[in-house]
C-alpha cells in the first residue's frame, strides 16, 4: 500500500492514519473553536481589561514556543517522509527531535507559569488570566499526551520492517500532533499578538 | 446463547437516558441547571416553591440510574470477546462503569434531601445543592476511566471484522476529552466553566447522552453479530 | 539528507516561520500605525493561512480524500471569520 502510493503520489487520494483517529482529530477541533470563540467572545464584553491584563504576559516566551511547535512538527512531517522513502533510520532521528522541542515547549511553559506565579497573578486573578491558564493548560495537556504518543511512535518505527499497521500508527500519531502544533498556532495569535 | 438477555440490557441505556433526561427536564425543572450563582434566599425559594416537583423529578432520575448498570454489563461481555481470558480492561471498565451510577445516586439523594425539608436554614439548602452538583458535574475521572478502557479495547481488537468498529475506539477517547473541563467548575460561579456553563454543563451533557445513543446501536449490532456466528457454527456443525 | 531536506515539507516551514515573524511585527505596530484593529484582523488572517499550510503540507489534507480537504478547510475559514467577527463586535 505503501509502496504504490509513494511510487504515484498525486495520481490517487491518501488518507494518512486510519480515519478513527481523523474522527477524533475533528472532534477536538471543534471543541477547540468553541473554546477560541468564548475568548474572543468575553474578551469584546471587556476589551480594556484583557489588553491590559495581555500586557503582563511575556510575549517573547510565546513567540519562542511558537519556532518550537513548528519546528516539532516539521520534524514529524519530515520523519513520515523518511520513512516512506525506505530511510527508518532517520525517521527515529527526526521523531526524537520532534520529542525533544516538545519537551523545550513545556520547559518554557513551566519557566512561564512560574513567572506568572510570582507575579500572583493565579486563575482567579480575572477573565483573561482565567482564560489564558485554561487555554495554555489544556493545550499543554495535549503536548504531554503528544509527547507520549511520540515516544511510542520511535519504538515503533526502530522495527527492522514496518507493517502496514505500523505505518497506519506512524501517520496517525503524526497527524494528532499536528494538530497540537495547529492549535497552539491560533493560541498564539489570540493570547499574545491579538491587541 | 443468551442473546435476547444482552439485548434487554443493552436496551437498559436507552431507557436510563430517556427516564432520567424526563425526570430532569420537565419533572424537577433542573434544566438549564440551577445557577452557582443564585443567592442563600433565591435559592431557598427555588426549593421551597418547586419541593414537590423536585421530589417526584428526583424519585424518578433515580430511579432510573440502575439502568446504567446492566448496559456496563452487556459492554463488558463484548469486550471479553475481544480480551479473552485476562481481560483487565474489561474489569476495568466495569469496576469504573459502576461507580458512575454510584457518583450519580449521591448527586440526586443531594437534591432531595435539599427538597425533603425545604424549610431549612437557607444556608444549609444552598450547601446541599451545591454538593449536588458538584458531585454530579466534577467527578469526570470514573467517566474517562470507562471510556479510555472501552477507547483501548476496542483498538486492541486484531480479528478480520473487529466486534467493535475502530471508530468506535476513538469516539470514546473524544467523549473522554469533552468530560476534562468538568473539573474546573471548582473555580466559577458564572461564565462557561460554572456547572451551568457551556463546558462543564451543555458539551458533557450531550456527549455524555449522546454516548448512551451510540454505545447502544454499537453494542446491539455486536450482540446480533454475535448470535448470527453462533447460529451459522450451530449450522455447520 | 539533502534531497530529504529540501522539499516541499521543509519550505512550507520556512513560510511557517517568515509568517510567525510578520505577524509578531503587525502585533508590533508595523504598516498599520495606531489601526491596531486591522493589525489584529491581519495577524487572524495570517494566523489562519498558516492553520491551512499545516492542514495540507504537514496533516498531508492535500491528499486525502475530497470530503475531509472540504472539511478541514471549511473549519479554518469559519473560524477565521467568527474570531474576526466576535473580535470586532467588541470594538
Same mark, same amino acid.
Given at each position: 500500500?505503501?509502496? $504504490? ?5 498525486? !495520481? ?82 527526526? =521523531?526524537?527531535?520532534?520529542? =525533544? ?50 515516544? *511510542? ?43 | 446463547?443468551? $442473546? &435476547? !438477555? ?7 441505556? /436507552?431507557?436510563?437516558?430517556? /427516564?432520567?433526561? /424526563? ?23 427555588? *426549593? ?6 423536585? &421530589?417526584?423529578?428526583?424519585? #424518578? ?26 481481560? #483487565? ?18 448527586? $440526586? ?44 479495547? #476496542? =483498538?486492541?481488537?486484531? &480479528? ?51 454516548? *448512551? ?21 450451530? !449450522?455447520?456443525? | ?44 488572517? /495570517? ?20 470530503? =475531509? ?23
Amino acid at each position: 500500500m505503501s509502496s $504504490t502510493t509513494k511510487l504515484s503520489p498525486a !495520481a490517487e487520494s491518501h488518507l494518512p492514519g486510519e480515519a478513527g483517529v481523523w474522527m477524533f482529530i475533528i472532534g477536538d477541533m471543534l471543541m477547540f473553536s468553541l473554546l477560541f470563540s468564548v475568548f474572543v467572545y468575553y474578551r469584546a464584553d471587556d476589551v480594556a481589561l484583557f489588553a491590559s491584563s495581555q500586557q503582563a504576559l511575556n510575549q517573547t516566551y510565546g513567540l519562542f514556543n511558537t519556532i518550537l511547535m513548528l519546528t516539532s512538527s516539521w520534524f514529524v512531517a519530515l520523519a513520515i517522509h523518511a520513512q516512506r522513502h525506505q530511510l527508518a533510520h532517520l525517521t527515529t532521528r527526526f =521523531l526524537i527531535g520532534a520529542v =525533544l522541542c516538545g519537551l523545550g515547549f513545556i520547559v518554557v511553559k513551566v519557566f512561564e507559569y512560574g513567572e506568572k506565579f510570582a507575579a500572583d497573578l493565579t486563575i482567579v486573578t480575572n477573565d483573561f488570566f482565567m482564560y489564558y491558564y485554561l487555554l495554555t493548560g489544556i493545550h499543554l495537556l495535549h503536548v504531554v499526551i503528544g509527547i507520549i504518543v511520540l515516544l *511510542y511512535l520511535c519504538t515503533v518505527s526502530r522495527g527492522p520492517e514496518l507493517s502496514q499497521g505500523d505505518v497506519n500508527m506512524l501517520e496517525s500519531g503524526a497527524s494528532f500532533w499536528h494538530m497540537v502544533d495547529m492549535l497552539w498556532i491560533v493560541l498564539f495569535a489570540l493570547l499574545y499578538l491579538m491587541r | 446463547m443468551n $442473546t &435476547r !438477555a444482552q439485548l434487554v440490557c443493552a436496551w437498559c441505556a /436507552i431507557a436510563f437516558a430517556v /427516564i432520567f433526561t /424526563i425526570g430532569l427536564w420537565p419533572l424537577a425543572g433542573m434544566m438549564p441547571p440551577i445557577a452557582p450563582s443564585l443567592t442563600e434566599a433565591e435559592l431557598a425559594d427555588f *426549593y421551597a416553591s418547586n419541593t414537590l416537583s423536585i &421530589r417526584f423529578g428526583v424519585l #424518578v432520575m433515580m430511579s432510573s440510574i440502575g439502568l446504567m448498570l446492566p448496559l456496563v454489563a452487556v459492554i463488558a461481555v463484548q469486550m471479553k470477546r475481544i480480551e479473552g481470558e485476562h481481560s #483487565v480492561l474489561t474489569y476495568g471498565q466495569i469496576s469504573s462503569g459502576s461507580l458512575n451510577a454510584l457518583i450519580f445516586v449521591v448527586a $440526586t439523594t443531594c437534591w432531595t434531601v435539599a427538597a425533603f425539608r425545604p424549610d431549612r436554614d437557607p444556608q444549609l439548602v444552598m450547601l446541599l445543592n451545591d454538593f449536588g452538583w458538584i458531585v454530579f458535574l466534577m467527578t469526570f475521572t470514573t467517566f474517562i476511566t470507562q471510556n479510555f478502557c472501552i477507547g483501548f479495547c #476496542v =483498538l486492541s481488537d486484531k &480479528r478480520e471484522e473487529p466486534i467493535f468498529p475502530r471508530w468506535f475506539g476513538f469516539y470514546n477517547f473524544w467523549v473522554a476529552v469533552s468530560f476534562i473541563p468538568g473539573g474546573l467548575l471548582t473555580f466559577f460561579k458564572t461564565g462557561p466553566f460554572a456547572w451551568n456553563g457551556l463546558f462543564v454543563w451543555w458539551i458533557p451533557f450531550l456527549m455524555f447522552f449522546g454516548w *448512551y445513543i451510540v454505545t447502544f446501536v454499537m453494542v446491539r449490532k455486536a450482540v446480533i453479530r454475535q448470535s448470527e456466528e453462533s447460529d451459522g457454527l450451530a !449450522a455447520t456443525a | 539528507m539533502r534531497t530529504l531536506l529540501l522539499n516541499r515539507i521543509s519550505i512550507v516551514w520556512v513560510l511557517l516561520i517568515l509568517a510567525t515573524a510578520l505577524s509578531w511585527q503587525f502585533g508590533h505596530g508595523l504598516g498599520f500605525g495606531d489601526a491596531y484593529q486591522y493589525a489584529t484582523s491581519a495577524i487572524l488572517v /495570517i494566523t489562519f493561512v498558516k492553520v491551512r499550510f499545516v492542514f495540507l503540507d504537514f496533516m498531508e489534507v492535500r491528499r486525502a480524500p475530497l470530503p =475531509l480537504r472540504v472539511a478541514f478547510e471549511a473549519w479554518a475559514v469559519v473560524a477565521c471569520g467568527v474570531l474576526i467577527f466576535l473580535y470586532w463586535s467588541g470594538l
